[in-house]
């Protein structure tokens, strides 16, 4: 079945690492988003990517990286310089021409830092 | 910039009675509306869409939503809801096009059923 598949599920990580959160779709879908969710908040864009090669900046950017190497593939780096990693990431994508943008979800990652 | 406004952040509600989840946007230019439902520790899913037409809108699980323009809300409606329904529900605007997938999101309304 088509879908958006995040891994791990579950991460556990010491303060000063460096984390990288895998998401990877089978959609054929151009625009791909990583959004940060927090309690009691709505969904926070980190970094979004309308075609290979190429992404942009979200709202809460400071503290994270990505890559877009292919089409697929769009993994999200948590450095050290964030100051306040544990929350839920959610991947999505979404076909950029189709009208509306409607976003299709993984199931996300939940970070936490000891 | 466009913004959203979910004005419950929690609805307690008997099984089989009816629920309105209430959501005001606010932007600059003409939007698209979301509505999307998240059950525990999983990711969201659409529930339904406005684009343009008919003000009323059907989506899954028979829920439904209007929108009106002139008091910028697009509150969501179910005439009797059951246990399963218990979720997270966000409300969430988009400009569409090359933003597509800019959504802005409300904070969430936590709907939960009582037997």
């Known amino acids: 079945d088509g879908g958006i598949t995040q891994s791990p599920k579950y991460l556990f990580r010491k303060e000063g690492q460096n984390v990288t959160l895998s998401c990877e779709q089978n959609?054929?879908?151009?625009?791909m988003y990583w959004y940060r969710q927090d309690p009691g908040q709505g969904l926070r864009l980190i970094y979004y990517?309308?075609?290979?090669?190429?992404?942009q900046k979200g709202d809460i950017a400071e503290g994270y990286s990505v890559s877009r190497e292919k089409k697929e593939s769009f993994p999200l780096t948590v450095t050290s310089a964030q100051k306040n990693p544990t929350a839920f990431y959610l991947c999505a994508s979404s076909p950029s021409s189709r009208v509306g943008g409607e976003l299709f979800f993984g199931e996300g990652s939940r970070l936490t830092v000891l | 910039a466009q913004s959203v406004t979910q004005l419950d952040s929690q609805v307690p509600v008997f099984e089989e009675a009816p629920v309105e989840l209430r959501c005001n946007y606010s932007s600059s230019v003409s939007v698209y509306l979301f509505w999307y439902v998240q059950y525990p520790n999983q990711g969201l899913q659409l529930l339904l869409k406005y684009l343009s037409g008919s003000t009323l809108v059907k989506g899954i699980n028979g829920f439904e939503a209007e929108f009106n323009k002139s008091q910028t809300s697009f509150h969501l409606r179910k005439p009797s809801v059951h246990i399963s329904d218990t979720a997270e529900y966000f409300c969430?605007?988009?400009?569409?096009?090359?933003?597509?997938?800019?959504?802005?999101f409300g904070d969430g309304t936590t709907l939960t059923v009582k037997p």
């Open positions: 990517s309308q075609i290979v090669n190429d992404f």
């Open positions: 959609l054929n879908h151009d625009a």
């Open positions: 969430a605007v988009s400009e569409g096009g090359t933003n597509a997938g800019k959504s802005t």
